[in-house]
């Protein structure tokens, strides 16, 4: 199976996400310390810097990373969007917006703030919603290999229905995606 075609940007919405094996996207309390010594595809980084135009989080991730200047490693400037029931009490950043609205509202104002580019959204709770919203026109994950064991899983919809997927890589789009890794003894 060949690798995601590049990323372009197409206005799309795009939930976009590192997870560990198991589903995680985030340690406890949004913990990323894991992802140290994770490699990606050389180029991979600066593919979506320069297509993404507009980011959309929510807020116990901001709080935990109010750093937006680090996006992409820092290679990334532009617009972000933190929905939040309360943006009174939010430590206020240069290029951050809070917002307080319908989650379908919140991603309308990215995608008007991307300009054309792609609205990235780095939230799970965010994706879910607009995902069961049919909001979300792609999920594109790398998965680390990594097995976490707790944290912020990326679909978390306990009773909910099964969402299916169509894979946008290779040419069976119902095909599961083979990935073998052996454990790396910790002494």
Not at 24 to 43: C, E, L
Not at 62 to 84: C, E, K, M, N, R
Not at 115 to 120: A, I, P, R, V
Request: glycine share 12%; net charge negative.
């Amino acid at each position: 199976m060949a690798d995601t075609e590049r990323q372009r940007a197409e206005g799309k919405v795009l939930w976009h996400f590192t997870m560990s094996l198991d589903g995680f996207v985030a340690g406890p309390d949004h913990a990323m310390d894991w992802m140290t010594g994770i490699s990606f595809r050389p180029g991979l980084i600066e593919e979506y810097a320069e297509t993404t135009g507009a980011v959309l989080g929510g807020r116990d991730g901001f709080d935990a990373y109010p750093h937006v200047s680090g996006i992409y490693g820092g290679l990334w400037q532009g617009p972000v969007f933190v929905l939040t029931h309360h943006p009174e009490d939010a430590q206020r950043h240069n290029g951050v917006t809070f917002l307080s609205c319908d989650v379908a509202e919140a991603a309308r104002i990215g995608l008007e703030a991307a300009g054309g580019k792609n609205l990235e959204v780095f939230s799970a709770t965010i994706g879910r919603q607009l995902l069961e919203r049919g909001l979300i026109d792609e999920i594109d994950l790398h998965i680390a290999p990594v097995l976490l064991g707790d944290g912020i899983r990326l679909f978390d919809n306990p009773g909910g229905a099964p969402v299916r997927l169509e894979l946008l890589n290779g040419d069976d789009r119902s095909a599961a995606v083979n990935v073998r890794y052996h454990p790396i003894a910790t002494r």
